[in-house]
Nanobody, 115 residues
Framework: QVKVVESGGGLVHAGGSLTLACLASGDIFSLIHMDWYRQGPGKQRELVASVSSRGSTNYIDSVKGRFTIKKPVYLQMNSLKPEDTAVYYC??????????????WGQGTQVTVSS
Protein backbone atom coordinates (compact mmCIF):
# COMPACT_ATOMS: atom_id res chain seq x y z
CA GLN A 1 0.00 0.00 0.00
CA VAL A 2 1.21 3.53 -0.81
CA LYS A 3 0.42 6.47 1.44
CA VAL A 4 0.80 10.13 0.50
CA VAL A 5 0.89 12.93 3.05
CA GLU A 6 1.15 16.65 2.32
CA SER A 7 2.45 19.30 4.70
CA GLY A 8 3.48 22.93 4.72
CA GLY A 9 0.20 24.72 4.15
CA GLY A 10 -0.84 27.72 6.16
CA LEU A 11 -1.94 31.34 6.17
CA VAL A 12 0.24 33.98 4.53
CA HIS A 13 -0.15 37.55 3.34
CA ALA A 14 -0.15 38.33 -0.35
CA GLY A 15 3.41 38.41 -1.63
CA GLY A 16 4.55 35.82 0.88
CA SER A 17 6.00 32.36 0.34
CA LEU A 18 5.26 28.80 1.36
CA THR A 19 6.85 25.46 0.59
CA LEU A 20 4.64 22.41 0.41
CA ALA A 21 6.09 18.94 0.90
CA CYS A 22 4.71 15.60 -0.20
CA LEU A 23 5.86 12.39 1.42
CA ALA A 24 5.07 9.10 -0.29
CA SER A 25 5.67 5.93 1.69
CA GLY A 26 5.01 2.22 1.41
CA ASP A 27 6.12 -0.51 -0.92
CA ILE A 28 7.32 1.85 -3.64
CA PHE A 29 9.72 0.57 -6.26
CA SER A 30 9.90 3.72 -8.36
CA LEU A 31 8.18 7.05 -8.84
CA ILE A 32 7.17 7.95 -12.39
CA HIS A 33 5.21 11.17 -12.10
CA MET A 34 4.47 13.60 -9.30
CA ASP A 35 1.86 16.34 -9.48
CA TRP A 36 0.45 19.11 -7.36
CA TYR A 37 -3.23 19.93 -7.81
CA ARG A 38 -5.35 22.54 -6.09
CA GLN A 39 -9.02 23.15 -5.54
CA GLY A 40 -10.15 26.64 -4.61
CA PRO A 41 -13.50 27.54 -3.05
CA GLY A 42 -16.26 26.79 -5.54
CA LYS A 43 -13.77 25.73 -8.19
CA GLN A 44 -12.82 22.50 -9.87
CA ARG A 45 -9.58 20.77 -9.01
CA GLU A 46 -6.80 21.85 -11.36
CA LEU A 47 -3.32 20.63 -12.10
CA VAL A 48 -0.84 23.25 -10.90
CA ALA A 49 2.56 21.69 -11.51
CA SER A 50 4.07 18.36 -12.42
CA VAL A 51 7.48 16.73 -12.52
CA SER A 52 8.48 13.47 -14.15
CA SER A 53 11.07 10.99 -12.96
CA ARG A 54 13.39 12.47 -15.57
CA GLY A 55 12.96 15.93 -14.08
CA SER A 56 10.86 17.57 -16.76
CA THR A 57 8.40 20.06 -15.31
CA ASN A 58 5.16 21.71 -16.36
CA TYR A 59 3.13 24.53 -14.82
CA ILE A 60 -0.17 26.22 -15.42
CA ASP A 61 0.24 29.72 -16.79
CA SER A 62 -1.02 31.46 -13.65
CA VAL A 63 1.88 30.15 -11.51
CA LYS A 64 4.75 30.26 -14.00
CA GLY A 65 7.64 32.25 -12.60
CA ARG A 66 6.24 32.05 -9.06
CA PHE A 67 6.01 28.32 -8.27
CA THR A 68 8.75 25.72 -8.54
CA ILE A 69 8.23 21.97 -8.28
CA LYS A 70 11.15 19.84 -7.15
CA LYS A 71 11.69 16.15 -6.65
CA PRO A 72 10.94 14.04 -4.64
CA VAL A 73 8.19 16.38 -4.50
CA TYR A 74 8.09 19.88 -3.07
CA LEU A 75 6.24 22.93 -4.28
CA GLN A 76 7.99 26.21 -3.61
CA MET A 77 5.43 29.00 -3.88
CA ASN A 78 6.57 32.62 -4.03
CA SER A 79 4.75 35.90 -4.59
CA LEU A 80 1.51 34.30 -3.45
CA LYS A 81 -1.77 35.90 -4.45
CA PRO A 82 -5.23 35.65 -2.88
CA GLU A 83 -6.34 33.64 -5.92
CA ASP A 84 -3.82 30.95 -4.94
CA THR A 85 -6.00 30.16 -1.93
CA ALA A 86 -6.97 26.50 -2.21
CA VAL A 87 -6.52 23.05 -0.83
CA TYR A 88 -3.38 21.65 -2.44
CA TYR A 89 -3.18 17.95 -3.20
CA CYS A 90 -0.23 15.78 -4.10
CA UNK A 91 -0.68 12.98 -6.62
CA UNK A 92 2.02 10.37 -7.07
CA UNK A 93 2.16 7.66 -9.73
CA UNK A 94 4.68 4.91 -9.97
CA UNK A 95 5.40 1.23 -9.52
CA UNK A 96 5.11 -0.80 -6.36
CA UNK A 97 7.51 -3.56 -5.47
CA UNK A 98 6.33 -6.39 -7.72
CA UNK A 99 5.76 -3.94 -10.64
CA UNK A 100 2.14 -3.11 -9.88
CA UNK A 101 1.27 0.45 -10.90
CA UNK A 102 -0.13 2.82 -8.30
CA UNK A 103 -1.82 6.20 -8.36
CA UNK A 104 -2.05 7.71 -4.90
CA TRP A 105 -3.49 10.95 -3.52
CA GLY A 106 -2.92 12.75 -0.27
CA GLN A 107 -5.62 14.32 1.89
CA GLY A 108 -4.60 17.86 0.97
CA THR A 109 -3.15 20.84 2.77
CA GLN A 110 -4.87 24.23 3.03
CA VAL A 111 -3.16 27.33 1.67
CA THR A 112 -4.81 30.65 2.45
CA VAL A 113 -3.46 33.93 1.08
CA SER A 114 -4.85 37.10 2.61
CA SER A 115 -4.95 40.38 0.73
Amino acid sequence: QVKVVESGGGLVHAGGSLTLACLASGDIFSLIHMDWYRQGPGKQRELVASVSSRGSTNYIDSVKGRFTIKKPVYLQMNSLKPEDTAVYYCNVRGLRIGSEEFDAWGQGTQVTVSS
